[in-house]
């Protein structure tokens, strides 16, 4: 059963100085079954921000619709679009986006408070992920003392707290060293098989090998896909680089 189905997308931008009018998007159509685990790659300029912004319900696109489990983004009021992130859309951002002057536990909080749940089934909500993304005994901590590695799994544990059916990650090991970059792909992978559907916007040859389909949007459009399969993570890297490699040189996928 596909969770999100995106049709036909386009966005054009007009420049503010001259009128001239870009288009990031042209026809992108795909769809995300529920549970799986995809990732979008590209070239920069490519427009996976464009889209992972539609996606996210921040930008509209020029023509074309995206539907999140049947309901049409674009038809949301301005006004309830806030609260419609918060109940259906977890979000995993490189900078993790924390609050420095807010302790581990009330940035992971954060969504359910601004949900308006009560204060007696926060915690309930809180101890198992933090438990089982390993932060349980930071939560008293503040962000700046914290390792990276620990910053972005706190905010996967705040983009899990609402149960979202959909986690969109924005390059989420960017700004990780090799060794936080492990684990949080691990916790990515642990989280799909729990059945977490997530779609990954990222420049890593090696994050993207950890999924379970990988996209490939060229000058606004999906260029070329590919499923995992019975591939390993090793298998499925070198197919991703051989693909990236046509990317750059304009080749054509077979």
Not at 223 to 231: A, K, L, P, S
Request: proline share 3%; charged share 25%; hydrophobic share 40%.
């Amino acid at each position: 059963m596909a969770i999100l189905q995106v049709e036909n997308l386009k966005k054009i931008y007009t420049t503010r100085f001259g009128g001239n009018k870009v288009q990031a998007l042209s026809n992108v159509t795909f769809s995300v079954e529920k549970g799986e685990y995809v990732a979008i790659m590209g070239e920069s300029g490519s427009g996976k921000t464009t889209l992972l912004n539609i996606l996210a319900a921040l930008d509209r696109p020029t023509g074309g619709k995206v539907f999140l489990e049947g309901r049409e983004l674009s038809a949301i009021k301005e006004s309830e679009m806030a609260t419609f992130r918060r109940e259906n859309l977890g979000f995993v951002f490189q900078e993790f986006n924390l609050l420095d002057t807010f302790s581990i536990r009330d940035n992971i909080l954060l969504p359910l408070v601004l949900n308006g749940e009560k204060p007696s089934e926060l915690e309930p909500k809180l101890q198992p992920i933090a438990e089982k993304l390993g932060i349980a005994d930071l939560l008293g901590k503040f962000p700046y003392e914290v390792s990276g590695g620990q910053k972005q799994r706190t905010a996967v544990a705040r983009a899990l707290i609402t149960n979202p059916k959909l986690i969109l990650a924005d390059e989420p090991t960017g700004a990780l060293d090799s060794k936080s970059t492990d684990e949080l792909l691990r916790v990515f992978r642990q989280i799909n098989e729990m059945g977490q559907t997530i779609l990954m916007v990222t420049h890593s040859t090696k994050a993207a090998s950890h999924a379970s389909r990988v996209l490939f949007i060229r000058d606004g459009e999906v260029f070329h896909q590919i499923y995992r399969g019975d591939c390993t993570n090793e298998q499925l890297y070198q197919k991703i680089s051989d693909t990236l490699t046509l990317l750059t040189t304009g080749g054509e996928q077979r």
